[in-house]
């Protein structure tokens, strides 16, 4: 079973700012949260990490709450490049990091 | 960042034939090489941890036999695909996992199977 739960599909327009909350009520103590994105026939790509409360980059801020039990992935100013699959993972805590992927959410920006 | 690299990016074999996809991590070592699979309009699905210089460890329901996984080196792990049939037509990823203060994974561009 995966680790987490997304919403299946979002839509959004483009300029507008996008949060897509992901549910991980059992993650682990030595577990870190990881966003990737995936275009049609390409392997995921890395978008943000964390562990908790807020992390930002050039692409994306990451918010986790103190119990560590959600995250929320805010994608600011959506344009129609950024229509794709986004997963949330959890890294196994007993160090492999294998990841068990989720359905993700199926982002699309419209014009 | 660092680079993941499969080969083929796609290959066309007929049924009962075996294929090899090349996985290699191109800037970094990776002692744990994982490989997925991605039907249309699903998620990935993780059938193996390669593990270098030992055997891989299959999640259940993937039959070791016919996916065979050899990670002979710090850099490379192979994905052999045994008398393949259509059912096998599937996107396959792998990732290289490093770790560089907190645990990354870089996956691989993919490669797309057609069975014929």
């Known amino acids: 079973l995966a680790k987490t739960t997304q919403p299946i599909s979002m839509d959004s327009y483009e300029g507008q700012e996008v949060n897509i909350t992901c549910s991980h009520n059992n993650i682990a103590t030595n577990d870190y949260i990881t966003w990737y994105q995936q275009f049609p026939s390409q392997g995921p790509r890395f978008i943000i990490q964390g562990y908790k409360t807020k992390v930002t980059n050039e692409v994306a801020s990451l918010f986790i709450p103190a119990d560590r039990k959600s995250s929320t992935l805010s994608l600011p100013r959506v344009s129609l490049s950024d229509t794709a699959v986004y997963y949330c993972?959890?890294?196994?805590?007993?160090?492999?990091?294998?990841?068990?992927f989720g359905t993700g959410t199926r982002l699309k920006v419209l014009a | 960042g660092a680079v993941v690299s499969q080969h083929p990016s796609w290959v066309i074999c007929k049924s009962g034939t075996s294929v090899k996809i090349e996985c290699r991590s191109l800037?970094?070592?990776?002692?744990?090489m994982f490989w997925y699979r991605q039907f249309p309009k699903q998620s990935l699905m993780l059938m193996a941890t390669?593990?270098?210089?030992?055997?891989?460890?299959?999640e259940q329901g993937v039959e070791k036999d016919k996916f065979l996984i050899n990670h002979a080196s710090l850099t490379l792990s192979t994905l052999t695909v045994t008398s393949a049939h259509p059912e096998d037509s599937s996107f396959y990823i792998c990732?290289?996992?490093?770790?560089?203060?907190?645990?990354?994974?870089?996956f691989g561009p993919g490669t797309r199977l057609t069975v014929l």
């Open positions: 800037d970094f070592q990776a002692t744990t």
């Open positions: 990732s290289a996992g490093r770790l560089a203060g907190v645990h990354e994974q870089f």
């Open positions: 390669s593990n270098e210089g030992s055997k891989a460890t299959y």
């Open positions: 993972l959890v890294g196994d805590s007993a160090g492999t990091y294998k990841y068990i």
